[in-house]
């Protein structure tokens, strides 16, 4: 469980605001807090997020040759599609610019159901605890992800 770094920066701040048509002038200028889900932003301090395209690995998203499948041993298996289920937010006061949050990441859990047309569904849960210099946990993120067992138009 690797802890990473997290700078809430005043600009970043203002950009997310405008990125989901939220103008609300708590989020603008100086002593302003975050938006309740601005912390889904820390994939852009992250390297390996898979967000952008790395110069020495393969890319599965869009950009310089996307392949539209995560690479080999990136967890999926199974000759299926991932897809992103939910994400829910438990918010325990707001983010404030300038704070520098450490964000610290766990496997949740698990389960199967059966589905239609791409046999088994293989959900897991990821688990993001984000927390002020203080170590008090500010967020708790909880992301969703859903394999199918095989491709749905095989």
Request: no cysteine; hydrophobic share 30%; glycine share 14%.
């Amino acid at each position: 469980m690797a802890a990473e770094r997290f700078p809430v920066e005043e600009g970043h701040v203002m950009m997310f605001a405008r990125a989901i048509g939220d103008y609300n002038p708590a989020y603008f200028g100086e002593g302003a807090i975050a938006p309740p889900t601005f912390v889904i932003a820390d994939m852009h301090f992250d390297p390996e997020s898979g967000l952008r395209p790395h110069p020495d690995r393969q890319w599965h998203g869009s950009g310089k040759e996307p392949t539209s499948r995560p690479p080999e041993g990136s967890g999926g298996g199974g000759g299926g599609m991932g897809l992103h289920a939910e994400e829910t937010f438990e918010i325990r006061r707001p983010v404030r610019v300038g704070e520098v949050l450490t964000k610290t990441t766990r496997a949740g859990e698990s389960w199967e159901r059966e589905g239609r047309r791409g046999g088994k569904l293989h959900f897991s849960e990821m688990l993001h605890e984000y927390r002020d210099e203080a170590g008090e946990l500010v967020i708790t993120a909880r992301q969703v992800g859903v394999r199918t067992e095989r491709n749905p138009d095989a």
